[in-house]
C-alpha cells in the first residue's frame, strides 16, 4: 500500500527539497587552458578524425589532439561531443580519453591500455 504524504509533513518535504545543496556541476575547461598531467572535461566540435582511434576537437578557444585508442573513434566530424581524460604530459599535448559523451546524450567508455 502505497503512503501519502500530506499537510505539514509534505511542506516539510518540499522545503528540504528545496534547501539541499544541487548536484556539482561539472567544470568543463576550455581547450587553451588544458594543463599537462591532469585530468579534464572539455566540450567541443569533432574538427576531423585523425586515425581510426584519434580525433582533433576544437571549441572556442583552441584545439587538442584526442587519442581513444585502441577503439574505434565513435563520433564525426561537425559533431558536439564532451571528452573526459587524462592530459598527457609529453609533446605535442593530446587528451587520452576515457568517456566521450555522443551527441545523442550517450557516454562510450574507452579501454585504457595507453596507461
Known amino acids: 500500500m502505497p503512503i ?54 576544437s571549441d572556442a578557444s583552441g584545439r587538442i589532439d584526442v587519442y581513444i585508442g585502441p577503439n574505434l573513434v565513435p563520433a564525426n566530424p561537425g559533431d558536439q561531443v564532451t571528452v573526459r581524460g587524462i592530459v598527457d604530459d609529453d ?4 587528451i587520452y580519453a576515457r568517456e566521450m559523451v555522443l551527441p545523442d546524450g550517450s557516454t562510450v ?7
Do not use: N
Not at 109 to 115: A, C, G, K, S, V
Open 4 to 57: 501519502k504524504i500530506t499537510g505539514p509533513a509534505l511542506l516539510a518535504a518540499a522545503f528540504a527539497l528545496a534547501a539541499a545543496p544541487p548536484a556539482a556541476a561539472e567544470t568543463i575547461t576550455p581547450i587553451d587552458a588544458v594543463q599537462r598531467g591532469t585530468a579534464v572535461t572539455v566540450q567541443g566540435t569533432v574538427d576531423r578524425i585523425l586515425d581510426e582511434d584519434e580525433f582533433r576537437l
Open 91 to 94: 609533446f605535442p599535448i593530446e
Open 109 to 115: 567508455t574507452f579501454d585504457r591500455r595507453y596507461e
